[in-house]
């Protein structure tokens, strides 16, 4: 990979950094709450506001999708439960990590230190194979549970 990106890349290493790190802050923002959903704290106040179920499909389907349960397995895992993590979406833990992982890569990235080297080159190589395995795992998982249940 030339160490010159364009600005399209560079928008989109913007953009996955901004999502990373927005979704680790709302995983220690976030709180469980008394139901199975996710609640938010207002600071300042000692109130919590319920949150709504962001599945569309189950909402408008009755059908969990792959990623049913990721948001309240973030929060278990950013409150290092990890078997209530795993238990709300087994990839959970291992997106979680992965989205931390982004951070450091998107800034390398986005800044356009040269990733010139050999390890660097291996890395971005590989990346989009990773993308796939995490694909297949959610679909995995999710025909897994659908056929539990």
Same mark, same amino acid.
Request: proline share 5%; hydrophobic share 45%; aromatic share 10%.
């Given at each position: 990979?030339d160490c ?6 560079r928008n989109e290493?913007l953009? $996955?950094?901004?999502?990373?790190v %927005?979704? +680790?802050a709302?995983?220690?923002? *976030?709180?469980p709450?008394?139901s ?5 704290s207002?600071p300042?106040?000692?109130t919590?506001v ?6 569309l499909?189950?909402?408008a389907?009755?059908?969990s999708?792959p990623?049913?349960g990721?948001g ?6 950013a409150r ?5 993590a $795993?238990?709300?979406?087994?990839? %959970?833990p +291992?997106?979680?990590?992965?989205? *931390?992982l982004?951070?450091?890569y998107?800034?390398v990235e ?5 990733q010139?080297?050999r390890?660097?080159n291996?890395?971005?190589g590989?990346l ?9 795992g959610?679909i995995g998982q999710w025909?897994?549970?659908?056929i539990e249940?």
């Amino acid at each position: 990979m030339d160490c010159q990106e364009t600005e399209t890349e560079r928008n989109e290493h913007l953009w $996955v950094l901004a999502l990373a790190v %927005g979704a +680790i802050a709302l995983s220690l923002i *976030v709180q469980p709450g008394t139901s199975s959903g996710l609640e938010l704290s207002v600071p300042g106040l000692a109130t919590r506001v319920p949150l709504p179920d962001a599945c569309l499909s189950q909402r408008a389907l009755g059908v969990s999708c792959p990623g049913c349960g990721l948001g309240r397995s973030f929060v278990a895992v950013a409150r290092w439960d990890f078997t209530q993590a $795993v238990r709300f979406n087994p990839l %959970g833990p +291992i997106l979680y990590f992965i989205c *931390v992982l982004q951070i450091p890569y998107r800034l390398v990235e986005y800044f356009g230190v040269c990733q010139d080297s050999r390890w660097w080159n291996a890395i971005n190589g590989r990346l989009s194979l990773v993308t796939w395995f995490i694909l297949a795992g959610l679909i995995g998982q999710w025909l897994v549970r659908m056929i539990e249940s």
